[in-house]
């Protein structure tokens, strides 16, 4: 065998030399010599094999320099983030794209995986997905999620013929007809239960502060539940919670006033909950562990073996399958009984379009059972965290809060002049400038979906950045251009049909201000008329929360119709007053949505 240590000295530093000398007669030179070069082949071999998980950034895109020198990419310096500020993973995002500089960023959220491109311009998100569809289609992150709770949902399938025939499912539901006459009573009936369960509260709390944000998720349950299920659906979170209220006898009463200041929140029961509506809270609330998390099919694996899990699963299919057979069996009998259920609707249209193929309706496959639960997912969790916001809001600007309940004594006015509510069918027919702009500005503000997400079909460019075939890109619902002033961009590198929409008048009225956007104020949506009245234009401002075009929110006009009811009824019982500072906070929290970190109420009962 050669001499291992003559060959080393030769590549290695003249120290190497001196240090073999010391060591002569101490460590045989030649396994010294292997010892050494096994080191260095080792250190050679975990260089090769770092520089293979590394973030591989897209050229030409910026991203921070330290990320991509750490196999977990921008994980640690998210982390940090949100621990720091009390942030999200969209105000880290936000903040990568202030420290660069850019409107369009890349960050490494996922090991082993590709970049997830950050775009923050309003106006080339609109046009991305209104406008680009050919060249962008929806990304896995959405189905990601969701995929443990809706594996058979359409939110999971490409844009195509399958796609628009299993959504098609669920079509009839956003339809005026549907909204006001079956979701709209039952959503007024829940709203109507709510405000008796505040009323109730703020009897006893007597000026003093209670949780909000829980009462609005357990109403946007109830109401989400009452109009997929109806036919006697009973089952009511928001009554059970009124019922431990009323439960308190007086030396209770007494006991939760004198705990802490007249500051402090007072902590009420929230009682029990049917079995089914468990079911669906534990499931809603397991997407939770999926956000921003960078192993969506291991975490899932894992969640979905919790005993918790399973029985929710159990209890959630066996409910919709009941509830399904129950729909068929009224469908075929043929009485010419009017649908009164979403059920009852994905039902006869599951019927409709199996005879239109050609083929016997499957009823009670999994892909049925998802598209119901789906209903009951989508379309309580964001409404409910929006509204959470919006009550924030509304008691933290008083003078707005004024505004708007003077508009709504004013368009129903024989409502306050009888000293009565407005009823559903007086708020679902008539427009109220003041409220639309409030529910707006709400949504603006709150980005309860933090991101669209949409992957790139081809390779192709925005605001001159080349993206490339499978990328994700990310379009933040709010910060630059939407709740902070828009980065400066040379109008040169937006896309043809971006410009196109400039010159046609631009993607946002010039009456926007970047001034103060950051505020929360609903007189961005209003206008004066020709004939001097006040006008809502829902066109006003930025607005990309629901998506847009093909791939849009279906949910969109319910979340309308479900809080002008409850915003409605909340403004005309109550007015909502300012809490502490320090139970005020405007930072979020991702749970399942981008929700507030503090959300309650201190409310003052208005007579009628």
């Not at 293979?52 to 320099?65: A, D, M, N, T, W």
């Not at 001034?515 to 930025?542: C, F, H, M, Q």
């Not at 009811?565 to 399942?592: G, K, Y």
Request: with cysteine.
């Amino acid at each position: 065998m050669a001499n291992i240590s003559t060959t080393l000295s030769a590549i290695l530093p003249p120290s190497w030399g001196t240090y073999v000398e010391s060591t002569k007669g101490v460590i045989p030179t030649d396994r010294l010599g292997l010892l050494v070069l096994s080191v260095v082949g080792i250190g050679l071999v975990w260089r090769f094999i770092r520089s293979l998980l590394l973030p591989k950034p897209i050229p030409g895109i910026p991203y921070i320099e330290a990320s991509a020198n750490k196999i977990l990419g921008d994980i640690p310096a998210m982390l940090e983030h949100i621990k720091a500020t009390d942030g999200t993973f969209a105000t880290y995002q936000r903040s990568v794209m202030a420290r660069l500089n850019s409107p369009v960023v890349q960050v490494f959220m996922f090991p082993f995986g590709k970049p997830l491109v950050i775009l923050g311009d309003y106006s080339e998100a609109h046009d991305l997905l209104l406008h680009r569809e050919n060249e962008f289609d929806r990304s896995a992150t959405l189905g990601d999620l969701l995929i443990g709770i809706l594996p058979n949902h359409h939110v999971h399938l490409p844009t195509g013929p399958q796609w628009k025939a299993q959504r098609l499912l669920v079509r009839d539901l956003m339809t005026p007809s549907f909204l006001h006459n079956i979701a709209g009573p039952v959503l007024y009936k829940t709203a109507a239960d709510l405000v008796e369960l505040w009323r109730t509260k703020s009897r006893i709390a007597d000026g003093r502060p209670f949780d909000a944000h829980h009462d609005m998720y357990r109403f946007a349950l109830d109401a989400m539940s009452g109009f997929t299920f109806g036919h006697g659906f009973d089952h009511s979170t928001v009554r059970s919670a009124s019922e431990a209220v009323h439960k308190i006898d007086t030396p209770a009463k007494e006991a939760l006033r004198s705990k802490g200041s007249k500051e402090d929140p007072i902590p009420f029961p929230h009682g029990g909950m049917p079995d089914i509506m468990w079911a669906f809270e534990e499931l809603t609330q397991l997407v939770a562990w999926l956000l921003g998390n960078p192993f969506p099919s291991l975490t899932w694996s894992y969640v979905l073996r919790k005993p918790a899990s399973r029985k929710a699963t159990r209890i959630k299919n066996e409910f919709i399958l009941r509830e399904l057979k129950g729909a068929v069996q009224r469908l075929e009998a043929g009485t010419g009984q009017k649908p009164d259920s979403a059920v009852d609707y994905v039902v006869a249209r599951e019927k409709a379009v199996a005879e239109k193929a050609g083929r016997k309706p499957d009823y009670f496959s999994g892909m049925m059972i998802d598209e119901i639960f789906g209903i009951v997912y989508t379309g309580h969790e964001t409404t409910s965290t929006m509204l959470s916001w919006a009550v924030k809001y509304l008691a933290d600007a008083p003078g707005a809060q004024t505004k708007l309940r003077e508009a709504l004594y004013a368009q129903f006015a024989d409502a306050k002049a009888e000293g009565r509510a407005p009823t559903v069918q007086e708020i679902t027919s008539k427009q109220v400038p003041w409220l639309e702009a409030t529910i707006e500005e709400s949504l603006r503000c709150s980005a309860t979906a933090p991101t669209i997400d949409r992957m790139a079909l081809a390779d192709t460019q925005i605001l001159g950045y080349r993206i490339p075939k499978g990328t994700v890109v990310s379009q933040l619902c709010s910060g630059p251009s939407i709740t902070s002033p828009a980065f400066e961009i040379d109008e040169a590198l937006r896309s043809p049909t971006s410009l196109a929409a400039q010159r046609d008048g631009g993607t946002v009225p010039p009456n926007w201000k970047s001034e103060g956007i950051s505020t929360w104020n609903p007189e961005r949506w209003l206008v004066t008329g020709a004939d001097g009245k006040v006008e809502y234009n829902p066109k006003a401002g930025p607005q990309i929360l629901f998506g847009l075009g093909t791939r849009g929110c279906y949910g969109r006009r319910l979340t309308y119709v479900e809080s002008r009811i409850l915003l409605t009824l909340l403004v005309w019982n109550f007015e909502l007053l300012q809490c502490a500072p320090q139970i005020s906070r405007l930072t979020a929290i991702m749970t399942t949505a981008n929700a507030p970190r503090d959300c309650y109420v201190r409310l003052k009962e208005i007579k009628h």
